[in-house]
């Protein structure tokens, strides 16, 4: 029985701790938050859930093993590792941490004490991003040449982040996992239109080696929810529209034959295939079920999480080269590998 | 009755050919190309009209008042010059060339021998985009803080010019024509996955004064057809989906709203609205058809055309600084205005 | 404090008991079902509430005051009168009987006891039903002229009733509370494919007064989940598509236009009118719970409830005219009013 | 060369122009209508076909081989014998007849004369519904339990044949050639709305052998257009959406899962399987250019048409059955089989 509590009831807190609570193997024990009313609420729909204000009650808590953070980004270090030097395995809800210098304090601490430290970034366990990666990695697509992702709606905006560490973060998270690949290169260009000093839209592009390029828009300020990833390769291209109830990955047999061999100068003519579309079925599983189940698992068995504390590292890493590169008004900033470095 | 003739007859041609064919108050007297089996085929549907593979046929032609040249960029500049020499109002399809140089000679041209020059940029044609502008004139949307635009599909590749002068050349001419300003400065990234030479996906960004800015998505290489744009305003939102049969723009009563006056360090809270949307009907007429009735029409009424030289070459403007900033890496190219110097 | 008891939590009770937990209120006290796994989730999810397998004893316990029962059809009858017998406040589950003396015998012992007799009829307290509700009493639609309905998707086969009661009886409850008329007969064309004695595709027409129809499509059997329902009036027409998760009501300016007086000999023609699409803004709240608030307020209050036990017994009297009617492959069936009688 | 009078040309007649002048082996003679202003359009887009107001210039020309027959129902029987019978052979438009009399007449007159007779049902030429029947054919889906078809949309209204006539003929004569077989009884329920005398709504059920069913429903009073056949087989499940640009067919992998043997009064389950979606490609090519160049086809080869005087014959008795079941309330109305009798 693997013990939880839970810090941060706001707007995603809630969710994790309905998980742990219908979880056979877990024991949902305590919740803090400053909010006096979130925690009634909490405390009226699970009655044997104790509630604090106070986190400190559950990071020195000795019956408590590990602790589940979804409080705002620039508090999750800090919590992160009291939690950690206190004992205790910690799952940190993502963006893991507002800047490089707090992810790799957060990494450290965990290994030092020898715990884990998860990252929720949820869309890796989504059974439909489990498939995208299935069929690239069968090589049914062939040579990835492109990623194009939106993630638009209208906000919930965030005052402490931008568009880009709130929205750009999955697909950063989906695309890095998807490519395995670290981008060599960060380009954003974002502008606020209802809080001068917080991003509301923006639009990103990741170059990685061999000519490949995701481009990733964002918006807080779009009429429509659309969460669309576009991965066009060599053979075949595929499209993820997590809007869809059911048809959320559709497989297009389409393609362009380029000439084998051609003169640049001379005359070729490109040839086009259209094929058959294929929407394979997605298992219908709540994405954060898997990811909190995966947790408990790494716990009891001591395995690695598939999103570590490494992994929550690499996308803030693409997030701070993101950020940067808006400040500036939109120049190449460049990724240093982390691979070696941390693998 | 205005005599036409036609110089191109391959992808794009023959839609000029049959609105012309179709108008009372116009001949369509001639038709030239290189390709003997195009004219026999034009020929076969419109046994009236002449065929020659010599251009010069039509550019000298004394029986011809007009001529329409559909033919690939990079030739514009020398035909129009040749026609309007010759006397002849001149039509061109869009881009008008292929940089500002060349745009520049055609309308110095067609000033000096006062001709009519239009060039076809034929969504400013289009009963929806005609549309959008009066709700937007009309104050509906509020202020405009950025456009967001999708143009995408699979081919038709080009040869001689990027997906950006393909594509995007469309986006912007509704742009500019939305927001009556020029941008400042222009941001491109674009790669190319078939054809190393010729860009086939591009992101560019367009900045004007006001914050405004206008997201460009471009590509040769998606399994979807999209046409889109969203215009997001202090007010309303408004999406223009060209791909759907009948509701094309949907005006959404959706928003964020500021307080008043907020303390940026202190607690502060965003509230939305949302509210009814709405879909205007839209007549359901051939933009070509409109385009090309505009022509003769400022023929007849010796009127400015609407999209004439300056507004071809205000297109061109943009679409060589997104090529120059492609070139480099996606870096901010200014681009200066054109208004004072030709209005 | 209302105290509840619910019989049935197999695939739609666990929703009534978490709506119950929620709710101030109300105290959610004990559950009975025959299924002691069923019963073990509940007391996992709600350690709170009390379950048992014998129904005896939510019927009979004087702590308390309502039962919800969501068993079989074929159990209601007993289940509701026992309950209200024994001084209980009954919520029943639609249809609320399989057969009309049933629906009496209920309506009959409620009245008796003076006691509320509600049906979970719960489209009739569905945001998107209400709207189009008001939307009909305001006229803007004109005189009805038919309503069109289709209810499909694959399965959940029941083994007592057929695809009419279980999907054509939220039609059928909608359309009744639109019109606020009984039809006068019915049609109904029903086939067995999987189960032989279970219909599970079916087509119902319900002719009304004033030449209004209403066509009823129910299938366990199709690939797509549709919910969809057109009323079509001689002003406007409205769809109601609950698959939409946000557009479910698009109000159409489309019809048309009659000449005022025509010889039917000669010729005249008819004019069509199209104009914008209008989608009101429907409050996101799940309709479950509305209907249960209104079932305690209704307790509090001693008001009646919207769908009290003549209702829904008017959707049993034309469920069983369909059934006689399919039946006898298809023959009109008549229905005789209720409304003097009870009402 | 074969050498075409065309007589109609209102709404569908300039189609059938437009593709026969298109169409190299063709010549495309003559055109017959009452309307001078129509005439006059057709001159104007093909000044070398000869226009007249006399049907007769046309069903007399000893130059013309073939005649097509594009006008108001009650007048084909007419106008096909008097072809037929001046040596013509003759294409006519659906629905072939206003009565099985005139149709069998029609047939007989062909047959006599030893002439082509063919019958404008062009739904049986378009790919989708080639590729439908056979994805039918190759028992893909299994048996097949029921067709469900609809056709809605807003007018045109008709004067002379009711929407039955009008609509519900196209998809008869898609149902009958993917079963291959007539129905046995036929059941109509129509109402009318705008004109008295004309119903503008109805829903029509097809009973065939072996409990298959084919529902249709139809109206010229819906908001939406929508054209839509679902195949729902013991295997798989096929969606026909024609509204769809390019994702036309849909093939699902679902259904229900009957226990082998099983005790009615005991229990059991069902179960579901639920697979992946194909969209299988369909060429894009107007149908109506393979239905006339089959008719030319025919001719040249003297092979029998599909959708020859039979096949429309068969089609006009379905209709008539359903007639006369509106008449009768929505009665069951017996189609005798033709297939002995004529094939």
């Known amino acids: 029985m693997i013990r939880i509590g839970v810090i941060g009831c706001g707007y995603w807190g809630p969710n994790i701790i309905r998980n742990f609570v219908q ?8 919740v803090a938050d400053l909010n006096v009313e979130q925690l009634n609420h909490i405390k009226c729909l699970y009655p044997t859930v104790e509630t604090t204000i106070d986190y400190k009650e559950i990071v020195t ?52 004490h ?86 509301d839209v923006a639009t990103t592009t990741l170059e990685f080696n061999n000519n490949i390029i995701a481009f990733i828009q964002t918006s807080w300020l779009d009429p429509n929810k659309v969460r669309k990833m576009t ?9 993820y529209d997590d809007i869809q109830a059911n048809e959320k990955i559709w497989i297009y047999d389409k393609g362009v034959e380029v000439p084998e061999r051609y003169d640049t ?27 909190l189940s995966h947790f408990i698992d790494c716990i009891e068995n001591g395995s690695r999480p598939i999103t570590d504390g490494n992994n929550g590292l690499r996308v803030v890493k693409v997030l701070e080269a993101a950020q940067r590169s808006i400040a500036q008004g939109g120049v190449n900033v460049r990724v240093n590998s982390l691979f070696e470095h941390y693998n």
């Open 61 to 112: 808590d000795p019956e408590i093993d590990a602790v589940a953070i979804a409080t705002p980004v620039h508090t999750h270090k800090r919590l992160a590792v009291e939690a950690l030097e206190n004992g205790k395995h910690v799952f940190v809800e993502k963006p893991m941490a507002g800047c490089i210098a707090d992810a790799e304090a957060m990494v450290e601490t965990a290994k030092k």
């Open 231 to 239: 991965v066009v390769g060599s053979k075949k291209m595929l499209v």
């Open 114 to 199: 020898e715990l884990q430290l998860m990252v929720g970034h949820t869309f890796e366990y989504h059974a439909a991003v489990r498939k995208m990666k299935e069929i690239i990695d069968s090589g049914l697509l062939g040579d990835i040449y492109y990623i194009n992702c939106q993630r638009l709606n209208l906000g919930i905006f965030q005052k402490d982040i931008n568009v880009v560490w709130d929205l750009a973060s999955h697909d950063i998270s989906v695309v890095l996992m998807l490519l395995e690949k670290e981008p060599n290169q960060v380009m954003s260009i974002g502008t606020s239109h209802i809080n001068p000093s917080v991003e």
């Open 23 to 30: 979880m056979p193997r877990v024991e949902m024990r305590k």
């Open 265 to 291: 100068f001379g005359e070729f003519n490109y040839s086009y295939h259209y094929g058959d579309i294929i929407i394979p079925r997605i298992e219908n599983k709540e994405p954060l079920r898997s990811e």
